[in-house]
């Protein structure tokens, strides 16, 4: 009977022992994933921004080459105004170009 005690407690202490391993393991595991989502959710907000920040970036290049090829043709329209310059005087047509 005594030994049966003694295998009973033994086999009690290294249940309660895994007992403990496990839970201290799950809260461990709880911990990592609690970690890993905040991570996950952190890198997912990132890249969305980043996402929105490169849309932003690559309107304001169109725009700004939009811009661009507007003042260039309305360089291209003075430079063809100031080299056909028409004078009107009696009646005859005189055209003026500049160099």
């Given amino acids: 009977m005594k030994a049966l ?5 033994f086999n009690t202490e290294a249940v309660e022992t895994l007992s403990e391993r496990v839970k201290a ?5 709880n911990k990592w994933k609690d970690d890993t989502d905040i ?3 952190w890198l997912n907000y990132t890249l969305y921004n980043q996402s929105n920040t490169f849309t932003y970036v690559r ?5 700004i080459l939009e811009l661009r090829t507007m003042v260039k043709e309305v360089l291209i329209s003075l ?7 028409v004078y009107e005087s009696n009646s005859t047509r005189y055209v003026k170009e500049y160099s």
């Fill in 5 to 9: 005690d003694s295998a009973v407690k």
């Fill in 25 to 29: 393991l799950m809260l461990d595991s």
């Fill in 39 to 41: 991570a996950i959710h």
């Fill in 59 to 63: 309107q304001l290049e169109f725009a």
């Fill in 79 to 85: 430079e063809h105004y100031d080299r056909e310059i």
